[in-house]
């Protein structure tokens, strides 16, 4: 703690303190009901504590197969999502030109429309072009909303990489593409890693625009959500939503880590 | 090109140099090929489908055949989704999007201001985290999780009789409108979700405005005079106010297209998001879905409108 630092009055560390409790509490509640012995109901406190439903989630074909659907889908349109955030971000913060504003927007845009308007357009797009629901019309979906994530690094780090730098490489007789394999590419490096991470957690973790786009095929969050709606296994999602926090955080952590180093790096502080 | 040393890189010749000149002598040739694939993705799949959406709201369902009628451009369907049911529907999603709003707004703030203001180095770090994980984590768990914490046999309950406040509880659920069976089937089951889900979309930009504010800003008003809260109300306050505003546009706007929340946990009563599954789905009305899923749009349109003459834009 600096010494300049003023102290917090206590109304305010009470009220952020609660705020802080809301939003965490929650999440320790799954860590808890993953091991509760008690199959038909919610109650609390766990009547006690068992592992076997990690056998028994181990042992089910339906959540495997949910489980690498989704994989393949958040990889697949993570890989997509990085080459398109990258392409736009490298051109607009390369130049300045007229339609910039546009371009941010459109990248921005199916992230900030409600997920059920990019859902139902989607499908009623496949619908007009006939085009029948597979594996790449859910990809189509993930990655138009995924870009933003990459976008969005690769922008900010752009901006703080100095064009000196860039400069220098030319002067010294590099060409474009080398320029961009060995300067510009470290610096960004990290910044497309983060956004890669987090499109793939929002991809991995994804269920309005899926739901229109699937057709009958299950990712892990549809199948949560059935599971929603109509409890059939409940110790089996208490497991699943286990594992689906603990995936989901471990790339957030990851990502945490490394655009704060990336931070330090660049040297511009805050 | 070739007069510089060579020293440093090894010089190259061939079609890739002569590219790079050629970028070099003409950059927006450039620009427009890394433009190409995104706009090409986004501009001709995403727009496209979104035209191809609104273009079906101006369809309508043939009364007689109950098959969609693609040979006239007609308002029927907008009428329709201006009957009472239906506007029912739209007012009810909007008077929930906007308490959920005023309520992130409300508890964000404390958290947002400590974090921008008195957190230091190890809890700076525990406060962005504690943001960060609940907003990256599955949203379907989150609402799974209120679903354990809402049920009646559920922690929540079990807090009520541990306190032995059961009777407050009852009491209040059995008001009009925010009552209801359990908490579970309640308009208030459903808000405190919303409110869960999309708080950390409101504590970022907040925190962000709040981090905005020069110190020097405010230990000038305390050299002059200000009390701690005159401070607060006339400085920081209306400098952080883009920063809520940029908040609200993605509270206000996530809840107004949210199907799944009000599904799993809240009365039967339909939202705008469960009405656009509902009639693209079962129904085959798609002409009916598009024109409800234009009702948020125009409505953040709006929004966002009037959120740009307050300056939130510069808060993202």
């Given at each position: 703690m600096h010494s300049d630092t003023p102290r917090a009055p206590w109304g305010l560390k009470l009220a952020a303190g609660a705020g802080l409790v809301f939003m965490i509490a929650p999440l320790l509640l799954i860590f808890v009901y993953a091991f509760t012995?008690?199959?038909r109901t919610y109650q609390w406190p766990p009547p006690g504590l068992t592992l076997n439903w990690f056998a028994v989630t181990w042992g089910r074909a339906d959540v495997w197969e949910a489980l690498t659907l989704s994989v393949q889908v958040a990889t697949v349109s993570t890989i997509i999502a990085l080459i398109l955030g990258t392409l736009c971000a490298a051109a607009v913060s390369g130049s300045r030109f007229f339609g910039r504003e546009v371009i941010s927007l459109l990248v921005i845009l199916p992230i900030a429309l409600p997920g059920i308007i990019t859902g139902l357009a989607l499908r009623s797009a496949f619908g007009m072009t006939d085009i029948p629901f597979s594996f790449w019309t859910i990809v189509v979906g993930h990655a138009t909303f995924c870009v933003v994530t990459v976008y969005n690094n690769a922008v900010a780090r752009f901006r703080r990489t100095s064009g000196s730098l860039i400069e220098a490489s030319m002067d010294l007789g590099a060409d474009q593409f080398q320029t961009f394999r060995h300067v510009i590419l470290p610096n960004i490096g990290t910044a497309l890693l983060a956004g890669g991470m987090l499109a793939f957690a929002l991809s991995f973790d994804e269920v309005i625009v899926t739901t229109f786009t699937a057709g009958q095929q299950q990712t892990l969050p549809i199948w949560m959500l059935e599971e929603l709606v109509r409890p059939r296994q409940r110790p089996v999602t208490n497991v699943v939503a286990l594992i689906v926090v603990l995936v989901t955080t471990i790339p957030i952590l990851l990502a945490f880590y490394l655009t704060r180093d990336g931070d330090q790096i660049a040297g511009s502080g805050k | 090109m070739s007069t510089t040393d060579d020293a440093f890189t090894e010089q190259r010749h061939g079609a890739l140099t002569a590219l790079s000149d050629l970028f070099w002598r003409r950059p927006k040739l450039l620009v427009l090929l890394l433009l190409a694939p995104p706009l090409l993705w986004l501009g001709v799949i995403y727009v496209g489908a979104l035209l191809a959406l609104l273009l079906q709201s101006f369809y309508a369902i043939?009364?007689?055949?109950?098959?969609?009628?693609?040979?006239v451009l007609t308002l029927k369907t907008y009428r329709e989704l201006f009957n009472p049911a239906n506007l029912d529907i739209i007012i009810r999603t909007v008077l929930m999007a906007t308490t959920v709003t005023l309520a992130s707004a409300i508890i964000a703030f404390p958290i947002a201001y400590m974090a921008a203001r008195y957190a230091r180095g190890k809890w700076k770090a525990m406060f962005y985290l504690a943001v960060m994980l609940p907003l990256w984590s599955s949203y379907l768990v989150k609402i799974y999780a209120w679903k354990l914490i809402l049920?009646?046999?559920?922690?929540l309950n079990w807090l009520f009789a541990q306190l032995h406040l059961t009777g407050l509880l009852e009491a209040y659920l059995g008001?009009?409108?925010?009552?209801?069976?359990?908490l579970s089937i309640s308009y208030t089951g459903t808000f405190l979700v919303f409110v869960y889900v999309w708080m950390p979309f409101m504590i970022l930009p907040t925190q962000a405005a709040l981090e905005r504010v020069p110190v020097n800003l405010t230990d000038a008003s305390s050299d002059l005079g200000a009390t701690p809260w005159q401070t607060f109300r006339h400085v920081t306050f209306p400098l952080a106010l883009p920063g809520i505003i940029a908040g609200s546009i993605f509270t206000f706007s996530l809840t107004l297209g949210d199907y799944i929340i009000p599904q799993i946990i809240g009365s039967s009563r339909l939202f705008i998001g469960q009405a656009v599954y509902a009639h693209q789905g079962t129904a085959g009305n798609i002409p009916l879905a598009a024109a409800f899923s234009v009702v948020p749009i125009v409505i953040m349109g709006l929004y966002l409108w009037m959120a740009q003459r307050k300056g939130a834009f510069d808060a993202l």
């Open positions: 012995t008690e199959e | 043939d009364e007689f055949t109950g098959l969609v009628d693609y040979d049920a009646k046999e559920g922690i008001l009009p409108v925010v009552g209801g069976g359990s």
